[in-house]
């Protein structure tokens, strides 16, 4: 599975769309786009994924470029319990196993 | 949320004992995997399981075996625990049907003294 790159942390306010970039320049054309986060002491809570078109469910939208090399994950309305850390993670849809990396660690403040 | 629970949910034990942690799911899905959490590390994959009596490693097997007699239970035993695998376990189920999305569990912290 291609590696990721995504800041360490980042800031938000309250109420205000978070945008959490990543970069997966080696990405192969079948390798999908997933977005999982991790509130403080509890499991990793699957967001969202995409391939090539740009996704949108009820928690967030993900933008993927043309070249597909990077994406970003768009919260739209950030609130506290949206403060967490947040994995890119790109795997073939068929692997067995997903492979975190370090993931953004978002704060969201008042 | 998936209905995947993980029993004990915190557990303190000594080196060289047995233990073993359980993972139930309501949902049905077919596979179901074991991961541990450690800082610096991410989550690493422990084993899996793709159907019942159906299992392989993953890439920190060594010191842990699994058992999953039923669709909705998986196993995870430590033999003999070390005070390597104090860790946090989480376990993760998928359908592999219409999704491959990976649902997780709360985890469960487990210390070896």
Redesign the interface.
């Known amino acids: 599975d291609a590696k990721t790159t995504q800041p360490t942390s980042m800031d938000c306010a309250e109420g205000r769309a978070a945008n959490l970039p990543c970069n997966h320049s080696t990405i192969s054309g079948n390798e999908y786009v997933y977005w999982y986060r991790q509130i403080h002491s509890q499991g990793p809570q699957y967001i969202i994924h995409g391939l090539k078109n740009n996704e949108t469910n009820e928690m967030a939208s993900l933008i993927i470029t043309e070249d597909r090399k990077s994406s970003t994950l768009i919260l739209p309305h950030a609130t506290l319990r949206d403060t967490a850390v947040y994995y890119c993670i790109v795997r073939v849809r068929a692997g067995n196993m997903l492979t975190f990396g370090g993931g953004t660690r978002l704060m969201v403040k008042p | 949320d998936a209905g995947?629970t993980q029993s004990p949910r915190h557990k303190v034990t000594e080196t060289g004992t047995p233990v073993t942690l359980r993972c139930h799911q309501t949902e049905n899905h077919r596979y179901m995997?074991w991961?541990r959490q450690d800082p610096g590390h991410?989550?690493r994959?422990i084993h899996?399981s793709y159907g019942v009596k159906d299992t392989?490693k993953?890439?920190v097997s060594d010191g842990y075996s699994v058992s999953r007699s039923k669709t909705e239970d998986f196993l995870l035993t430590l033999e003999s625990a070390t005070s390597s695998q104090t860790s946090v376990y989480?376990c993760?189920i998928s359908a592999?049907g219409s999704t491959?999305?990976?649902?997780?569990?709360?985890?469960t912290r487990l210390t070896v003294l």
């Not at chain 2, 491959?100 to 985890?107: A, H, I, K, N, R």
């Open positions: 995947i995997y991961y991410g989550l994959l899996y392989d993953g890439e989480f993760a592999r491959d999305t990976q649902y997780f569990g709360p985890g």
